[in-house]
């Protein structure tokens, strides 16, 4: 039996991490109910013995809408923004509701549907895959801004589904109701578990392109070690057991992996099943 790899139990302790924030994403509502107000709020704010974080993404929205500069509204990101600078978009992998429940969608569909007609794409073993063109992920960002300041509307409010599900999960606990936020969320689960993509995680959604922004040239990146690749001397150079292993559908050993990559570690673990190290989380920046 092989012995336990280390991003094996990385990814042990990031599933760890995601059950436990759906958890906490029903308790903190539950304890307000009961008289408990030590900490309240959601995914897009949230106050903690009286400490304020906030997503950054809502902080932007504040500033763009308000046009006012807020010195506490950017003391309450302050945390989010220094976890992105060193470790990247961490939150989306490790904590994203939304992202917990696309991977076990899309998991369980790869095992009940092996032969599904849809197909990702690039396809799985395609050796000219190539990552979506970072400036292209970009231009999509700076569309979201120009919208939430011509609308002069709280949009992203819209557009957040870690924010949505949680304040859901409020709403039902305090008033048993659901609203049509939920209705935004199911859609975008259910057409990228038929498309078996994670075309919304991967390009589209704010809360990611927002974290996506601190990354720095010393902040922890995939890191490609060409000498040390296993699939370079295999005979079947059409199967990367990286690139299959991604939820994203990115190609790790490509350039323009960020500012799609959120760190998930699933390709790390792949190719050191495959006993080889080629892969690694490194801080610096392999572009």
Sequence with gaps: MKPISHY?????????FQLGSIAFMIAVP???LYGIHWIYGNFYSMTI???????????LQTLIIGVVFQATLLFSILIPVLIAMIFGRVFCSWICPHNTLA???????????????????????DLKARNPNALSTW???????????????????????????????????????????LTLVGSILLLEGITMTRFFCSRICPVGLCLGLFKTPRSMAVHFEPQGC???????QGFEPCFQACPLNLAPKKRNLYPHCHHCGLCLKACESTGHQALQFRFKNPD
């Design 8 to 16: 094996y139990q990385l990814n042990r302790w990031r599933r760890i």
């Design 30 to 32: 539950l304890l307000n």
């Design 49 to 59: 013995a009286g400490l304020t974080i906030s997503d950054p993404l809502m902080a």
């Design 103 to 125: 991977e076990t969608i899309h998991t369980c569909a790869s095992r009940l549907i092996p032969n599904s007609r849809f197909k990702r794409y690039p396809k799985p073993g």
């Design 139 to 181: 231009i999509i960002g700076a569309f979201w801004v120009v919208i939430l300041y011509l609308m002069g509307f709280p949009l992203f409010l819209y557009l957040s589904p870690p924010g949505m599900l949680s304040n859901q999960i409020s709403l039902f606990i305090f008033e048993h109701r659901l609203g049509f936020e």
């Design 230 to 236: 296993g699939c370079n001397q295999s005979r079947d």
